[in-house]
């Protein structure tokens, strides 16, 4: 048999970390361009359902996950169930869906720090250089259509922290042997942290 099955992805973690600050930084000044801010929004993006598709950002919010008290874990764990059970109502036709992200308490997100890629640029109109479907772009959140037009010069780029984060999942991947595909939303991936916690005898 194989050998050890133990892989500390700690290191993997920090490079992500690294690509957050990095998207954090230009989106901050990207916001402050437009003059666009969240606070005082009464429509929470948390609660539109978005697919995560890296086991490194996986890694990176069950981290958050497992900083939280037990008390909210717990909670968290059962809005993750009523929040599944619902989304598989809504299967292929997800767009449809709004509800509130089981991390979501008092409309913040507990755990800010951990959140994936898609939590830090939502809501600024962005761009994509796609390998396979070329340019593709990004509107802003429902907040941004309502107050700013869209300046062609002033879309995120998500390109570079795609391609970064490509990177270092294809590294992690290699590392751990893993293939299959992963496509989760956030309640999903913290049921999956549950389910890590059986073991079969
Ligand atoms: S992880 Fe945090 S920022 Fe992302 S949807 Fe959930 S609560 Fe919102």
Request: some cysteine; charged content about 30%.
């Amino acid at each position: 048999m194989g050998g050890s099955l133990q892989l500390d992805v700690s290191k993997y973690l920090e490079e992500l970390f690294e690509v957050y600050r990095e998207i954090d930084t230009e989106y901050e000044k990207i916001a402050s361009e437009y003059g666009f801010g969240c606070s005082g929004c009464e429509d929470n993006c948390c609660n539109t359902v978005f697919y995560h598709y890296t086991l490194i950002e996986y890694f990176a919010l069950l981290e958050g996950f497992d900083n939280l008290p037990p008390e909210t874990q717990k909670k968290s764990i059962e809005r993750a169930r009523d929040y599944v059970q619902q989304l598989n109502r809504y299967r292929m036709r997800e767009e449809e869906l709004k509800i509130m992200c089981p991390l979501n308490y008092d409309g913040l997100c507990s755990v800010y720090e951990h959140r994936p890629l898609i939590c830090r640029v939502h809501g600024l109109p962005g761009m994509l250089q796609h390998p396979k479907k070329g340019k593709q772009l990004f509107s802003g959140c429902k907040r941004f259509e309502q107050q700013h037009k869209i300046l062609e010069e002033k879309r995120i780029d998500r390109t570079p922290y795609y391609t970064q984060i490509a990177t270092i999942e294809t590294r992690l991947r290699q590392d751990m042997d893993y293939m299959l595909k992963f496509r989760k939303t956030v309640a999903e991936m913290i049921l999956d942290r549950n389910l890590l916690s059986y073991r079969i005898i």
